[in-house]
């Protein structure tokens, strides 16, 4: 009697999709993710003063001046920064023209290709879901959401920190390192160096080198293929350097390129011995902290993560897998860029960079306990990470709610009208988020929207999150809680979009525009060239300073083809009794006594435009 075979059952490994078909499913997550939360914030708010439409500024007199060697901010040569950001920005103004979303869209994408990055990385670390994990947290957390919406370019040094991160975890697992693989870390660290100086080499190849030390493999550098990584490093990094110090050099008392690049920009920096000095620094603890802030709400899962990094002397020596490999350099690569701040002067986003590292442990984390048995210790540690953050959704909503309730409607027509300024003392804004100390309990009223979005966003993410943990549902949890934070991340944008008047003069670069500027008419700034920015961007055209030679302007005032745009109280009284028109902008609180009865043209954000005539 035959008997009727019977079909095996398919195994676990089986019934996974292919890895082709699981990366296309997680890329369209990660698409769909990245051009609901980034996409919006291309076009608002308007450029901000200082950093954000600075930078621009110098993008655009890049193809103005068509040179894409010295960077110039109203003519003046602006050597402080790596060229990367501002050559992406420019090729960007060359394709779409000179407007905000297209000086916005070179670093938006950067945050696209990082995010790729992150689930390559956790796809090979941890798994197919652990790679989905590492895109959702970095695209989901508030940090580099929040230091994109000004254009600094931390969020590329993350990206090519972990890029070169990425082609050191491949190497390990090869007998022999393939070329190619030596080659990108080269050419990531070559990026990295023209986007924001040596860091970019001393944040790779100091978490290799620790990495190999503590796993007493040092030997494989020497495998690596050192002399051609080397030559393709320089043949990338080396050039601009080049040119830009034959470009600028050292002229009588004015010291060149070379100077004031490495030597003030890099070390005296980060000794806080720059000149001029036009910053401050976070305090340490805080800086620490700050790390927590910027991975909200992941942060609540950041302690169980760190604790997989292998610790133990005796593992370290032994043969690891994959994601104890990728948790120890995780590790290392987060405590590097800590401890290096940790000695320096430090803003509030130099943390950035190590927030991809811990992202990725809290996808190893999370990935582990979606794995793991439904009573195991790890899922019961979940759902206390989540009681935490839904602890702390509530708290934060019910003070939304207060705020909301005790707010009075907003009166007047921008924000400045209910805050405690003092837009003339700018020390108070040394630090990227200073403006935070101007609000006060009656500006709230102009929040009310963006507040019960961020708390109800919050709430409902960290509710959901609660109770698919508590059901076993960890991948449900876990969408749900990346899913809550887009309307957060909204109510952030939309927080930018209406504090901007108080940060952006380009409603009074409109006023100007509307008031007839003409070819012959003069442009001033009352203070420091950083606090109006916006009017030379809007308007592409040269602004004066009064009594403002400092900051970004200052060293490159003193080379002989420097525009003479600095006013002195006199110079300016010349200026605005003489025959062309002057239009000025300054603080309300600050307007100087000779325009005090000028004609005015505009007034927002606290400041005012006057004109002569």
Not at 54 to 59: G, M, N
Not at 134 to 146: K, S
Not at 296 to 306: A, E, H, K, N
């Amino acid at each position: 009697m035959s008997q009727t075979p019977t079909l095996p059952l398919p195994t676990i490994e089986a019934r996974r999709p292919p890895e082709g078909r699981t990366f296309r499913r997680h890329l369209l997550w990660i698409l769909l993710l990245w051009t609901a939360i980034y996409i919006p914030a291309l076009f608002r708010p308007a450029l901000l003063d200082d950093a954000d439409s600075a930078h621009a500024e110098a993008a655009r007199e890049m193809i103005t001046r068509h040179d894409w060697v010295t960077l110039h901010l109203d003519g003046i040569r602006y050597l402080e920064k790596a060229p990367l950001l501002y050559w992406g920005m420019a090729t960007s103004f060359e394709a779409f023209g000179v407007r905000e979303w297209s000086a916005r869209l070179p670093l938006y994408l950067g945050v696209l290709a990082l995010l790729l990055t992150m689930e390559r990385m956790g796809r090979r670390a941890y798994g197919g879901y652990g790679g989905l994990l590492a895109a959702m947290v970095t695209a989901t957390a508030v940090g580099p959401f929040l230091f994109t919406r000004i254009l600094i370019p931390d969020i590329l040094v993350a990206l090519w920190l972990a890029l070169a991160m990425m082609f050191f975890a491949e190497s390990l697992e090869e007998p022999v390192r393939s070329r190619l693989v030596c080659w990108g870390i080269a050419v990531s660290c070559a990026l990295n160096v023209l986007t924001k100086g040596l860091i970019g080499l001393v944040f790779p190849i100091g978490a290799i080198v620790i990495f190999l030390v503590l796993t007493r493999d040092l030997k494989r550098l020497l495998k690596m293929h050192l002399f051609s990584s080397f030559v393709l490093f320089l043949a990338i990094a080396a050039p601009w350097h080049v040119l830009a110090g034959l470009r600028n050099p050292t002229q009588g008392s004015i010291r060149g390129f070379f100077w004031f690049y490495f030597v003030n920009e890099h070390f005296l920096r980060y000794l806080n011995k720059r000149v001029p000095r036009d910053y401050d620094t976070v305090p340490l603890l805080l800086f620490w902290g700050l790390m927590l802030v910027w991975l909200l709400p992941w942060s609540s899962f950041v302690v169980q993560s760190i604790a997989q990094i292998p610790h133990r002397w005796r593992l370290l020596q032994a043969r690891m897998s994959r994601s104890e490999r990728m948790n120890l350099l995780c590790g290392i690569w987060a405590a590097l860029v800590l401890v290096f701040f940790s000695f320096s002067t430090r803003q509030e986003y130099y943390v950035l960079p190590a927030v991809p590292a811990v992202a990725l442990l809290i996808a190893g984390w999370l990935a582990r306990e979606n794995d793991s048995e439904a009573q195991s210790r790890i899922r019961r540690t979940g759902v206390i990470c989540s009681t935490v953050l839904l602890g702390t959704a509530v708290a934060v909503f019910v003070a939304a709610i207060a705020l909301v309730a005790t707010s009075q409607p907003a009166h007047g027509r921008d924000i400045s009208d209910a805050l405690t300024t003092g837009l003339s003392e700018s020390s108070k804004y040394a630090l990227s988020l200073g403006h935070m100390e101007d609000l006060t309990t009656r500006s709230m009223g102009y929040f009310r929207l963006p507040l019960l979005l961020f708390g109800g966003g919050l709430l409902l993410g960290a509710g959901c999150s609660y109770y698919f943990r508590r059901r076993g549902f960890a991948r449900r949890a876990n969408a749900s809680l990346a899913l809550g934070m887009v309307p957060v991340l909204w109510a952030v944008q939309m927080g930018f979009t209406t504090f901007s008047p108080v940060i952006s003069s380009k409603v009074l670069a409109q006023d100007i525009a509307h008031a007839g500027l003409a070819p012959g008419d003069i442009v001033e700034i009352n203070g420091e060239y950083e606090s109006g920015s916006t009017l030379n961007f809007y308007l592409e055209r040269e602004v004066r300073i009064l009594n403002g030679r400092s900051s970004n302007l200052w060293y490159g005032s003193f080379f002989p083809d420097a525009p003479k745009i600095f006013d002195d109280d006199a110079s300016f009284s010349q200026l605005w009794n003489g025959p062309e028109r002057v239009f000025l902008l300054s603080p309300k609180m600050d307007v100087p006594k000779v325009a005090a009865s000028g004609l005015l043209i505009g007034d927002s954000g606290g400041k005012v435009v006057l004109s002569n005539r």
